[in-house]
């Protein structure tokens, strides 16, 4: 099943093209916001399917395209980021220690909003094409072999960043915590939508030009360990996202005007665009391109504030 809210957070089942309103099928779940729907829904799921069901297959849809999109997550309790959880040409040739970082809620957003570039002397921005998992039942020290069990669904995730703010360690918190810096949707897929998560193909289009393409089964830590030791550290809740990790080779500067859009298999296509107020720029090369000109993988700012005077 597709969920995803839309207009003013309607609860809707995608069919097709179409969206259906299964608001009414849930409206006995408590709630002060849609936030308290959708991880009330997520914690209750197997008590509401055969009513989303009954009302997916009976109401009338509307397109997709007449309605605005709205984030299927719109305020998780948490949000764990897999850190280098990749092996590539511009990481380190050894595998990582398993880690994480927190972002913050509130760096949410959804399908056809705008990913705003703050004015802080970072040294670029990006957008890291994941693979996020959402958690159904409360998961709190599960082992690996237990850890399947905890997850509900999926749903892309992309991670933005603003690189090489100071101080440059334990940093992690204004580099990927900044409003905006966490698009996700454009829905939520059930875990039974997706044969293998461990085999899905992440792909991120910036300007319509294929910048990451990589599958999810060259994590280094599959979902069943990522859970694990997340658990191990603070209890996960109903709707809270883990996000997977990036390839980093793909990875290019963002700048304003420019237009994002992530493709997890299965889980449709998220649409972003990106603002800044400054109208800084950056080269528009990909990490592993720089690299193979002999060239630091994360470029430096052209123009604008905050641009480095040019060497003698």
């Not at 397109?63 to 990749?86: F, G, H, M, T």
């Not at 990582?96 to 957003?109: D, E, Q, V």
């Not at 995730?157 to 900044?178: E, M």
């Not at 191990?232 to 963002?254: F, K, M, Q, R, Y």
């Amino acid at each position: 099943m597709k969920l995803l809210f839309f207009d003013d957070f309607r609860l809707g089942v995608l069919r097709g093209e179409a969206v259906v309103d299964v608001s009414q099928a849930v409206s006995d779940i408590p709630r002060v916001g849609p936030h308290d729907v959708i991880n009330g829904l997520i914690e209750r799921f197997e008590a509401y399917r055969g009513r989303l069901e009954d009302a997916a297959a009976s109401g009338p849809g509307v397109p997709v395209s007449r309605v605005k999109i709205r984030p299927p997550l719109p305020r998780p309790i948490n949000i764990d980021c897999i850190a280098e959880n990749y092996l590539s040409q511009v990481t380190s040739s050894e595998p990582a220690l398993i880690n994480a970082f927190h972002k913050s809620p509130g760096a949410i957003i959804g399908d056809g909003d705008v990913m705003v570039l703050p004015d802080v002397p970072a040294s670029n921005f990006e957008a890291e094409a994941e693979l996020g998992v959402v958690i159904g039942k409360g998961a709190f020290n599960v082992t690996a072999a237990q850890a399947m069990d905890h997850v509900f669904g999926y749903v892309n995730f992309i991670d933005g960043s603003a690189k090489g703010l100071l101080p440059a360690k334990h940093h992690h918190f204004q580099v990927k915590s900044r409003a905006t810096f966490a698009p996700i949707g454009p829905y939520l897929a059930t875990a039974d939508e997706i044969r293998d998560p461990h085999a899905v193909r992440v792909r991120l289009w910036v300007n319509g030009e294929l910048r990451q393409d990589f599958s999810t089964s060259g994590m280094l830590y599959n979902i069943p360990r990522c859970i694990e030791w997340v658990s191990s550290i603070h209890p996960l809740e109903p709707g809270d996202i883990l996000a997977t990790g990036t390839n980093h080779e793909g990875l290019v500067s963002l700048q304003d005007g420019d237009r994002l859009e992530l493709e997890a298999d299965g889980l449709g296509r998220l649409h972003v665009s990106c603002r800044d107020d400054l109208k800084r720029t950056w080269p528009k090369e990909t990490r592993l391109e720089r690299l193979r000109r002999g060239l630091p993988a994360r470029a430096e700012q052209l123009t604008g504030k905050y641009a480095k005077p040019p060497k003698d």
